[in-house]
T-cell receptor, first 114, second 112 residues
């Protein structure tokens, strides 16, 4: 158990819909990362937040957005969903403040768009 | 900028045989290197990491990796494969105070 929690575990929705994925980082970790993992694209970094502020952006679509709240949990919002958005979405957290940032991953949310 | 290349998207070894998963990195600054493992339907779990010091790093489940600066490599090995080692393995590189870059992963198959 990494200490990172994600909800829900599974999500099935229809094209065009909007969903919200939730992540709680390990206690004491200020940074949250979101990744998308699919068979064809592999593990893709989406976005990073540090203590409520956006820190880095990766291959995140404009239809996707994220935020980190004062209690440090984070939400990833996916809108106007397409079939190709079906994937595993992982959240990871790490301690910030410099140094070597090994990341601790949550169990993931499997999103299926039908 | 950092990058990492994992050689072989699939590797098959017999149970009891040596496991060798290859990783080469590119970094303009001293790298920090990681191996993560992902079991089916689970998140990634840190196997081992190299930061500084001893170049041979031991991790969990009997795995180890050796940092070879001259070869820009960080290959993962295990002397004797077990069926439970079947998983996907990700090599990753980072620099001081920078994000982690993951490789595309190598799926390890263990043959009985």
């Amino acid at each position: 158990d990494s200490g990172v929690t994600q909800t829900p575990k599974h999500l099935i929705t229809a094209t065009g819909q909007r969903v919200t994925l939730r992540c709680s980082p390990r206690s004491g970790d200020l940074s949250v990362y979101w990744y998308q993992q699919s068979l064809d694209q592999g593990l893709q970094f989406l976005i990073q937040y540090y203590n409520g502020e956006e820190r880095a952006k990766g291959n995140i679509l404009e239809r996707f957005s994220a935020q980190q709240f004062p209690d440090l949990h984070s939400e990833l919002n996916l809108s106007s969903l397409e079939l190709g958005d079906s994937a595993l979405y992982f959240c990871a957290s790490s301690v910030e403040g410099g140094g070597v940032r090994e990341q601790y991953f949550g169990p993931g949310t499997r999103l299926t768009v039908t | 900028a950092q990058s990492v290349t994992q050689l072989g998207s699939h590797v098959s070894v017999s149970e009891g045989a040596l496991v060798l998963l290859r990783c080469n990195y590119s970094s303009s600054v001293p790298p920090y290197l990681f191996w993560y493992v992902q079991y089916p339907n689970q998140g990634l779990q840190l196997l081992l990491k190299y930061t500084t010091g001893a170049t041979l790093v031991k991790g969990i489940n009997g795995f180890e990796a050796e940092f070879k600066k001259s070869e820009t490599s960080f290959h993962l090995t295990k002397p004797s494969a077990h069926m439970s080692d079947a998983a996907e393995y990700f090599c990753a590189v980072s620099a001081w105070d920078d994000k982690i870059i993951f490789g595309k992963g190598t799926r390890l198959h263990i043959l009985p």
